[in-house]
């Protein structure tokens, strides 16, 4: 039966503000939270950070009974039930790290209805329904991480197929399905899989202005190494994440990381668990600052103040990309994303494609990425096009917009290739036709008699660096293909000889080696205070936000939790934008609920206190 619209708003917002320290919904999260209390179904998409968890939470704290919350990785039960539990929401978790007593005492405190929120695993969610009393009050089952169900998900997880089951045992209690990432097949295909044919699609802006973005393409390790060292000083002391697409280049990483006295560890799915679970916890506390990793890490980080992602090698998919970039500057703050990308990548990654059980939309997945890291126009907008949400400007905030490329004529450069790959009989891979170009007096070169050939060295102008660059264009542009079959050699399509011959021109965009790109200064978010702080001097708002970081980082080992546990790099902004000196002044900050403003107001504003008298501002 619909509830009366008005006095449900006004809890939600009562509770939105006790637990959470918010006085309003983000529109979507309002429309989700009123489409389940209503006992409709849902699939919500938002970016990450763009609240996803509130839409369930809310729901939880408003029904009777207990919230079941099934999310893939042990890691994000844990934070988010420290999370909620920080701000004095009863939430737990059943899971394998713990003893079977402890999980069968929470199961007894949510039958006693002393649990709102639950998260399990798929795995165990499964295990358990058939033990369930009868006669228990379940709210909603909210599936996280839904992109898992789908087969035609990027991270597909077999598990998570059988959920099925939930709308046959549970046909009157609302599903949610979450995820930050989806085209319009996953979409259908999550529906088809939870038995919610009838669910209400919600669908956010997947725009995250305050991530720039950045491509930096056929760089060798040593130039990325150099460019990577450069990029975390510019980040100094701020959490990052680096992608690699294989264990031992994490290991490696990490290891040459250490040797420039950045502290940095690797993570894969082939350590100890006991190692990983000590690297994850390192890096949630701040005591790790970078991660090398595979893409098993980071989906189960709940960990608002990652400032910045890299790929050291190009994703598979948009979707991948997306996902993982999604990781950094969750609270809103500005965030970098940077991302290598090599003529290799796409090599090794067609092969994996053409092997798999899904070429055709593995290729075609692929292709896309592609384009994004050749884009000559703006990022951003590519990611939104992908994600099917126009956008009719320019963002602003990634490296083409920053340094727009200059088209060239690369007829003739293209001919210069073309005829090299045609002149070795079409048998010869990336890296010897630009030899060829360059005049390398490499061994097989020579013993190949590819020196004889009319274009040996025609192109000596051009650096590797150059041609790895124009040789990947071509390949965009469709003017050759590689043969994975054959040794990865090069193969001139129809259109190449057009160019070849004459008939038809290319374009390409200029190679400009500009090093590691310097984005404009970004703002962080404007202060979000409700009251005013007059006439009065605030000072060095980054000397004071560094102290309260400081001061955040002793609370939190002193609690034995996460430093963005206590507050989020957005709230302490606001709080050294405002500089608080009062409880009512510190509980009107968003972000502070009332549990937090009874733990820390005196703290934070006796800091703050000390802070304006050292700077002579009172």
């Known amino acids: 039966m619909p509830h009366d619209t008005a006095a449900l708003r006004q809890q939600a917002l009562g509770l939105l503000k006790q637990f959470y320290g918010y006085d309003q919904f983000y529109p979507t999260q309002w429309q989700v939270i009123e489409h389940v209390m209503d006992g409709n179904d849902a699939v919500v998409l938002m970016p990450t950070g763009g609240g996803k968890s509130m839409c369930f939470q809310i729901p939880a704290l408003l029904s009777a009974g207990c919230a079941i919350v099934v999310t893939p990785l042990l890691s994000l039960m844990q934070d988010q039930v420290e999370a909620l539990r920080a701000n004095g929401i009863p939430a737990a978790t059943v899971n394998s790290q713990q003893s079977e007593g402890e999980n069968r005492t929470i199961i007894e405190q949510m039958y006693a209805g002393h649990i709102k929120l639950l998260y399990i695993s798929p795995e165990r969610l499964l295990t358990e329904l058939d033990s369930w009393a009868k006669d228990f009050t379940i709210s909603l089952f909210a599936i996280d991480e839904a992109h898992c169900i789908s087969q035609w998900g990027h991270d597909f997880r077999p598990e998570y197929t059988q959920l099925s089951v939930l709308k046959e045992r549970f046909p009157d209690v609302p599903i949610m399905a979450l995820t930050a990432t989806a085209d319009k097949i996953t979409r259908d295909d999550i529906c088809e899989q939870l038995h919610i044919a009838g669910a209400q699609t919600f669908i956010t802006s997947f725009d995250r202005p305050n991530i720039h973005l950045e491509v930096q393409s056929n760089l060798n390790d040593r130039q990325r190494l150099a460019h990577i060292v450069e990029f975390i000083e510019r980040h100094n002391g701020e959490s990052g994440i680096i992608y690699t697409s294989t264990r ?83 609270d809103g703050e500005p965030a970098d994303a940077l991302m290598f990308y090599s003529f290799g990548d796409v090599v090794q990654l067609m092969r994996q494609a053409e092997s798999s059980g899904q070429q055709s939309i593995n290729l075609e997945k692929l292709r896309r990425m592609q384009q994004y890291a050749e884009a000559t126009v703006c990022r951003r907008r590519i990611l939104l096009s992908y994600f099917s949400e126009r956008s009719d400007h320019d963002c602003g905030n990634c490296d083409v917009c920053d340094n727009p490329p200059k088209r060239i004529d690369g007829t003739t450069l293209a001919q210069m290739a073309l005829s090299a790959i045609i002149r070795t009989g079409e048998h010869a891979g990336v890296t010897a036709v630009v030899d060829i170009l360059r005049g390398s007096r490499r061994n097989d070169i020579i013993e190949q008699g590819y020196d004889k050939l009319p274009t040996y060295g025609v192109g000596r102008h051009l650096s590797y660096t150059q041609w790895n660059h124009y040789m990947l264009q071509m390949l965009h542009l469709g003017l050759f293909e590689v043969a994975y079959n054959d040794a990865n050699h090069l193969k001139v399509t129809d259109l190449g000889r057009d160019v070849v011959y004459g008939r038809r021109k290319v374009e390409f965009s200029e190679f400009v080696w500009r090093g590691p790109s310097k984005p404009k200064k970004q703002q962080a978010s404007q202060p979000e205070v409700i009251f005013n702080t007059g006439d009065r001097q605030v000072g060095d708002v980054n000397s004071l936000y560094n102290e309260l970081r400081e001061l955040r980082l002793w609370l939190a080992r002193t609690n034995g939790v996460a430093p963005y546990m206590i507050f989020s790099d957005k709230v302490l902004r606001l709080m050294a934008q405002a500089q608080p000196t009062t409880k009512a002044q510190f509980g009107l900050i968003n972000g502070v609920g009332e549990v937090k403003l009874e733990r820390f107001w005196a703290v934070f504003t006796r800091r703050i206190i000390q802070w304006r008298a050292s700077n002579h501002l009172d």
């Open 248 to 330: 031992k280049s994490a290991e490696k990483l990490a290891k040459k990381l250490q040797g420039f006295a950045i502290n940095a560890q690797p993570f894969h799915a082939g350590m100890p668990t006991s190692v990983k679970q000590n690297v994850q916890r390192d890096f949630i506390n701040d005591d790790v600052q970078v991660i090398c990793a595979t893409i098993a890490f980071g989906m189960g980080i709940d960990k608002s103040n990652v400032r910045w992602v890299i790929h050291y090698n190009m994703p598979k998919s948009i979707e991948n990309y997306y996902q993982e970039i999604g990781r950094s500057g969750r």
